[in-house]
T-cell receptor
Framework: SAVISQKPSRDICQRGTSLTIQCQVD?????MFWYRQQPGQSLTLIAT?????????ESGFVIDKFPISRPNLTFSTLTVSNMSPEDSSIYLC??????????FGPGTRLLVL | AQSVAQPEDQVNVAEGNPLTVKCTYS??????LFWYVQYPNRGLQFLLK??????LVKGSYGFEAEFNKSQTSFHLKKPSALVSDSALYFC???????????????FGTGTLLAVQP
């Protein structure tokens, strides 16, 4: 399985500000995914990050709020823009590895005050 | 639409006893089913999957799951629970789009497993 790292591991931010989360993989992967896990909730897919093209967003998520970059096959960023307390969540990136299995990073724990 | 249900918010079991964490699914077509575990302050770790083949799937840390098509279930099991198995367990299904299987995973609500010493 791929080794996935995320930065920062956690952060506390003020409302109205933006935070960029980085996801780094130790091997080249075609598709990377960004999920949100709200407190006490399950995981919800935000978007699929494709290298060389715009990200594909799920219903309820928009590019202005969650811009994504995918400059190469090992790296992606997710920005949470104009944050409000409702954005307090764990944000996880994942990649699809061998056997159609997704592997997840350790997550970024975000608290918005 | 594809979905998975985890009917139990929490499962309590004594160490050494067998454990079962339940998952049922609703899909059109053949399901791709997964189990993940989330330890406190950690990301999700892959445990096992069913795509095709034997209905009994063996995974990491001694866990196994049985795919039952007639009951549309994919319950996670372990013969003898350990205190260190205490964690949040998620069942997931691969979404099936118009053109076939997509990469999107749809997760259940999670089941907290508490193993008492």
């Amino acid at each position: 399985s791929a080794v996935i790292s995320q930065k920062p591991s956690r952060d506390i931010c003020q409302r109205g500000t933006s935070l960029t989360i980085q996801c780094q993989v130790d091997s080249q992967v075609t598709m990377m995914f960004w999920y949100r896990q709200q407190p006490g909730q399950s995981l919800t897919l935000i978007a699929t990050a494709n290298q060389g093209s715009e990200a594909t967003y799920e219903s309820g998520f928009v590019i202005d709020k969650f811009p994504i970059s995918r400059p190469n096959l090992t790296f992606s960023t997710l920005t949470v823009s104009n944050m409000s307390p409702e954005d307090s969540s764990i944000y996880l990136c994942s990649v699809e590895g061998w056997g159609e299995t997704q592997y997840f990073g350790p997550g970024t724990r975000l608290l918005v005050l | 639409a594809q979905s998975v249900a985890q009917p139990e918010d929490q499962v309590n079991v004594a160490e050494g006893n067998p454990l079962t964490v339940k998952c049922t699914y609703s899909v059109s077509g053949n399901p791709y089913l997964f189990w993940y575990v989330q330890y406190p302050n950690r990301g999700l770790q892959f445990l096992l999957k069913y795509i095709t083949g034997d209905n009994l799937v063996k995974g990491s840390y001694g866990f196994e799951a049985e795919f039952n098509k007639s009951q549309t279930s994919f319950h996670l099991k372990k013969p003898s629970a350990l205190v260190s198995d205490s964690a949040l367990y998620f069942c997931a299904v691969r979404d099936i789009g118009y053109g076939g299987a997509t990469n999107k995973l749809i997760f259940g609500t999670g089941t907290l497993l508490a193993v008492q010493p």
